[in-house]
């Protein structure tokens, strides 16, 4: 899976960096949702500037077992459907604190 982007956690448990594609170049913050209040909705929300593009869920990989979230997006940008990748910790990346955006084609 190609990498769109990479974020840094911040201290404050939300992550800041940029979504890449071929025509998109925007900085983003993947921020907790403080107010989940059940399993069906996202634990954290993306945005770009102020406005929300996006949603994220914890979730454990069956295989490896690792930690990840499950990234969804949708705005005009990207079309009319969803974008959705992972957001993981990023291979061979020395610093703890730098994960990748990789793209999950729906299909």
Aim: glycine content about 8%.
């Amino acid at each position: 899976m190609p990498a769109i982007g990479y974020v840094a956690a911040q201290d404050n448990g939300t992550f800041k960096g940029q979504l890449k594609t071929i025509s998109i170049r925007e900085d983003i913050i993947i921020a907790a949702n403080p107010r989940k209040t059940s399993d069906v909705q996202p634990d954290y929300r993306v945005y770009v500037g102020d406005v929300e593009i996006g949603a994220g869920w914890n979730r454990r990989s069956e295989a490896s077992g690792r930690d990840y979230v499950s990234l969804s997006f949708a705005a005009p940008e990207f079309g009319p459907r969803r974008l959705y990748a992972n957001l993981v910790r990023a291979a061979g990346e020395k610093r703890d604190d730098r994960f990748a955006i990789l793209w999950n084609p729906a299909d």
